[in-house]
Structure formats: structure tokens, C-alpha cells
């Protein structure tokens, strides 16, 4: 399974930005799988959860830090899942990871163990 993030920039505070993060299977056959979701890791610090959407049902789950600024959505034809990001802070700088996960149940899908396949990092940078 391979997970291909983008979308990250520099932008001012008060500012949007949009990370895209496709999946694929092996050999491009279509990704099944439980859940996805975005962690993010600061300089300096450990990484953190973000947000995360069940595939079936779409049920969503945000930190604290991001809940109702932050939007996480699916397109399940393009197998492809979105972080929108609003009124951003300079706290929000971070390189953002999407994952991926085959058998996350609710009560993991905040932790990095929850997942078993991660896409490359995606650079995003708050000026104040």
C-alpha cells in the first residue's frame, strides 16, 4: 500500500491550506482499509495526532488543537482523503503525515500503532 501526501506550503496566520493523501494498493489495485488519518510533528517534538475518518460511515475524529478549524473528508471513488485546514496558526507548523490503517478500531485511531501504512511527509508552515 503506498499513501502519496501533498498540499503543503507556507502560508500566513488566518490562512488555508488543503493536504491531499492518495492510496493505493499493491500493484494499484484499489486500498481497502478500516481508516485514515493525519498526525503532524513539530520541530522539536513528538508526533501527534490531527484527525482521522472511518472509511465506512466516515466518522470523524479531531484533536482538541484543530476541532472546528480543521476538516478531514473522504472520496471514496478516488480512494483519497483530505485534511482542510483553516484559520491556521503558527502553532499548526509542522510536517503533516497522512496514514492508513486495515483493522483501526475506534479506540486506536488516535495512535500512531493504529495504523500500518504511512505516506511521506508533507511540509506546512504558519507565519505569524
Known amino acids: 500500500v503506498q499513501l502519496q501526501a501533498s498540499g503543503g506550503g507556507l502560508v500566513q496566520a488566518g490562512g488555508s491550506l488543503r493536504l491531499s493523501c492518495a492510496a493505493s494498493?499493491?500493484?494499484?489495485?484499489?486500498?481497502?482499509?478500516?481508516?485514515m488519518g493525519w498526525f503532524r510533528q513539530a520541530p522539536g517534538k513528538g508526533r501527534e495526532f490531527v484527525a482521522a475518518i472511518r472509511w465506512s460511515g466516515g466518522n470523524t475524529y479531531y484533536a482538541d488543537s484543530v476541532k472546528g478549524r480543521f476538516t478531514i473528508s473522504r472520496d471514496n471513488v478516488k480512494n483519497t482523503v483530505y485534511l482542510q485546514m483553516d484559520s491556521l496558526k503558527p502553532e499548526d507548523t509542522a510536517v503533516y503525515f497522512c496514514?492508513?490503517?486495515?483493522?483501526?478500531?475506534?479506540?486506536?485511531?488516535?495512535?500512531?500503532?493504529?495504523?500500518?501504512?504511512w505516506g511521506q511527509g508533507t511540509q506546512v508552515t504558519v507565519s505569524s
Open positions: 496514514a492508513a490503517g486495515t483493522g483501526t478500531i475506534v479506540s486506536t485511531l488516535r495512535y500512531e500503532y493504529g495504523y500500518n501504512y
Open positions: 494498493g499493491a500493484s494499484g489495485r484499489t486500498f481497502s482499509g478500516s481508516a
